[in-house]
């Protein structure tokens, strides 16, 4: 009766620190994968902080007359797709130029992970398609869904393209600049 307890109280012991040993490799980050822009903040001293806050922010002025751009070419794009007569020809070039600043974009988010890199030493991960910085929306790349709750041109959303302040949606009361410079001076990262 003493070894089948002894047993037991093996088997048990083994089966608690496999279980502890797992919960502890789930709470760890991978080790292949990289730290989003938010969870290097906290790693970062704030000189650092700092430096990629105005990186972030010069690269989202220089990207907002893209995106702006981006947006009129596919409501453009959706004009000609609801019209009672297509225009085969319209439809295609439209595409084409939506490509083409959807490739520009790119390579503007690319370089940005790059002087990221070089200001903080950790790789940056891909932030994909509309997968913005901005604090309530107020430019490109904010957190809307798709299909009239925060598409472009579409109502709702999380301050997101199509949001209330952000590209193709209303603006709030208290955040209605006048020019492309107020609109330009009010972005701001959202970290």
Do not use: C
Not at 81 to 90: N, P, Q, R
Not at 129 to 139: L, V
Not at 140 to 163: D, F, I, K, L, M
Request: aromatic share 4%; proline share 7%.
């Amino acid at each position: 009766m003493n070894r089948y307890w002894k047993i037991t109280l093996a088997a048990g012991l083994l089966v608690l620190f496999a279980s502890a040993m797992a919960l502890a490799q789930e709470d760890a980050p991978p080790q292949d994968q990289t730290v989003g822009i938010r969870g290097m903040f906290g790693m970062m001293d704030e000189e650092t902080r700092d430096t990629v806050r105005e990186v972030v922010r010069q690269h989202m002025i220089d990207d907002y007359p893209q995106q702006q751009l981006l947006q009129a070419r596919q409501a453009e794009l959706n004009a000609l797709l609801f019209t009672e007569s297509l225009d085969e020809a319209a439809i295609e070039a439209k595409i084409t130029e939506i490509v083409e600043l959807q490739a520009e974009a790119l390579k503007a988010q690319v370089e940005l992970r790059r002087a990221l890199f070089e200001v903080t030493g950790m790789p940056v991960p891909d932030m994909g398609p509309g997968q913005g910085m901005m604090r309530q929306g107020g430019g490109p790349g904010g957190h809307g869904g798709r299909g009239g709750q925060g598409g472009p041109g579409g109502p709702g959303g999380h301050g997101g393209h199509g949001g209330p302040g952000g590209p193709g949606g209303p603006m709030h009361s208290e955040q209605s600049p006048d020019t492309y410079d107020e609109q330009i001076a009010n972005i701001e990262p959202a970290f």
